[in-house]
Nanobody, 126 residues
Framework: QVQSVESGGGSVQAGGSLRLSCAAS????????IGWFRQAPGKEREGVAG????????LYADSVKGRFTISRDKARNMVYLQMNALKPEDTAMYYC???????????????????WGQGTQVTVSS
């Protein structure tokens, strides 16, 4: 089973930046994508960004497009989410997950991902 561990969250003021890290380990069979998701209190988990492991396509949610960037360090088996120009509405617990994706839109679909870590909290104050 694939496991993921998120880190890098914290508290920042609006307009600030954070870089989240995701370390994935375990069996990788059938895994072809990595996604970042977030869940705010009282809200459903939503997809933020995702990409295919062959780096053919990346998809961002409209709410973060132009502000967030997902990247990967193959040598370290790490995935990152660079978050710039943060807004109070970005406040949430952030999760990464390896998944099995079919089609670009599935990159930020919950149905593509089944293994979740503990998450890392991001709090943005106004």
């Amino acid at each position: 089973q694939v496991q993921s561990v998120e880190s890098g969250g914290g508290s920042v003021q609006a307009g600030g930046s954070l870089r989240l890290s995701c370390a994935a380990s375990g069996a990788t069979r059938n895994i072809n994508c990595i996604g970042w998701f977030r869940q705010a209190p009282g809200k459903e988990r939503e997809g933020v960004a995702g990409f295919f492991l062959d780096e053919s396509r990346t998809l961002y949610a409209d709410s973060v497009k132009g502000r967030f960037t997902i990247s990967r360090d193959k040598a370290r088996n790490m995935v990152y989410l660079q978050m710039n120009a943060l807004k109070p509405e970005d406040t949430a617990m952030y999760y990464c997950s390896p998944g099995t994706c079919y089609g670009v839109l599935s990159l930020i679909s919950l149905r593509s991902y089944h293994n979740w870590g503990q998450g890392t909290q991001v709090t943005v104050s106004s």
